[in-house]
């Protein structure tokens, strides 16, 4: 990947992303013109996610992205820049006036949008309205709320348990505004485990994005112990299979909360791909069975395929038991991953804290463990367990292996 600067050093950067050189020859002269004392840097290929901080640190304020190349991998990038640590405001490049690609890059963060043929006027709209919302002008944006999605490899793996116990650790880290999510449109179990009930559910939230606010907001979620839970609608409604995307609730919760657990049905379909990609770390959830770890390689795979990096998939072993099942270090080798954290098996306390309806106590076995797993997602640790010995049971993934 080349970059070219377009000015000297300045401690003000604008950064122009695009493949195509006809746009950044456009853009480039137009953006010198009027963005009066910023430097402009021109990068001529869709950077990695791995490679977006390098390339978006020495102080850059603005971002114009070309969604013209290749408009799938532009939004992927678009959702991976709304989530680093300090958020850039990004101006999308479009071709034409295509509503259904406007509203999915205001979706998916884009503060505002250019469309061929570029003119001075376009750019100045856009530019005075990143001045409105931006007010403070040199203050520091609140820091986007990062996102932890929680997914089973396949059903009854104890990923919507995690998700509940996970989220209420959070207090304990210091956050102060903390959103429970379960995107489970199928079968969302969040308001049985946690015994509430409401009026509205994420369906509503969605249908309603468009105009949510702080009032709006806190009508659709409940609040349990410190931490706002939005629950998943009670019966089937019609349409439910053609749900395709979560943004617009996630989106706007990033903006609102501090942390964001999310509870989801599955790795499957475009809802859930649409939740990972806009995760900040996936928690992929399954057991030391062996049904369950073939499940999880199919996971990793579907995931792969979907170009979901490995880099931010944290794979959990949960309900593990030494003496039944593959070890944690034959896990990981079989599912070419490492294993982040494991929970052990502790079934009374989980039964007792589910028939009550709270999170598992500190002072039992899975309630350590949650606590470990959260220090570790905070930054607190970075220790794992111990390994058992290598066994001999590798070949059988050999039959899906990807």
Not at 21 to 33: F, N, S, T, V
């Amino acid at each position: 990947m080349q970059h070219r600067e377009g000015s000297a050093p300045s401690s003000r950067r604008a950064v122009l992303i695009s493949p195509m050189p006809r746009i950044r020859q456009e853009l480039a002269p137009l953006l010198a013109g009027h963005l009066a004392g910023a430097s402009i840097l021109e990068v001529n290929a869709y950077p990695s996610p791995r490679d977006l901080g390098p390339t978006l640190t020495g102080g850059t304020h603005l971002v114009f992205l070309d969604m013209i190349s290749d408009s799938e991998q532009a939004l992927q990038l678009l959702g991976e820049m709304t989530r680093l640590e300090t958020a850039v405001p990004v101006i999308a490049v479009l071709a034409g006036d295509d509503s259904d690609l406007i509203l999915r890059c205001l979706r998916a963060g884009a503060v505002d949008f250019l469309i061929q043929p570029f003119t001075a006027d376009q750019l100045e709209a856009a530019l005075a309205k990143l001045a409105r919302l931006q007010p403070g002008g040199d203050q520091p944006a609140k820091e986007a709320a990062k996102i932890f999605a929680v997914m089973p490899a396949k059903g009854a793996c104890g990923a919507t348990t995690i998700a509940c116990n996970l989220a209420f650790q959070w207090k304990r880290l210091g956050a102060k505004k903390i959103l429970l999510a379960d995107l489970d449109p199928f079968a969302g179990t969040m308001s049985f485990l946690l015994k509430i009930k409401s009026t509205f559910s994420f369906l509503d939230a969605l249908q309603r994005a468009h105009e949510l606010d702080s009032d709006l907001w806190d009508a659709m979620v409940t609040n349990v112990s410190g931490v706002d839970v939005l629950l998943a609608p009670e019966l089937m409604v019609e349409g439910t299979a053609e749900l395709h995307d979560a943004s617009p609730i996630l989106e706007y919760a990033r903006h609102a909360y501090d942390v964001i657990v999310v509870d989801t049905g599955s790795v499957y379909g475009d809802w859930n791909l649409n939740t990972a990609r806009l995760a900040n770390e996936l928690l992929l959830v399954t057991t030391n069975e062996l049904p369950a770890l073939q499940a999880a390689q199919r996971a990793l795979s579907y995931l792969d395929t979907n170009r979901i990096g490995r880099w931010k998939i944290r794979l959990l072993v949960n309900r593990y038991y030494r003496d039944v099942g593959l070890s944690r270090e034959v896990i990981g080798t079989a599912l070419h991953t490492e294993v982040f954290d494991i929970l052990p098996s502790d079934y009374e306390a989980v039964q007792k804290s589910l028939l009550e309806g709270k999170p598992a106590p500190s002072s039992t076995v899975f309630g350590k463990g949650i606590m470990q797993l959260a220090d570790r997602l905070g930054g607190r640790t970075g220790t794992a367990k111990k390994s058992a010995p290598l066994g001999g049971l590798l070949n059988l993934f050999s039959r899906t292996k990807s």
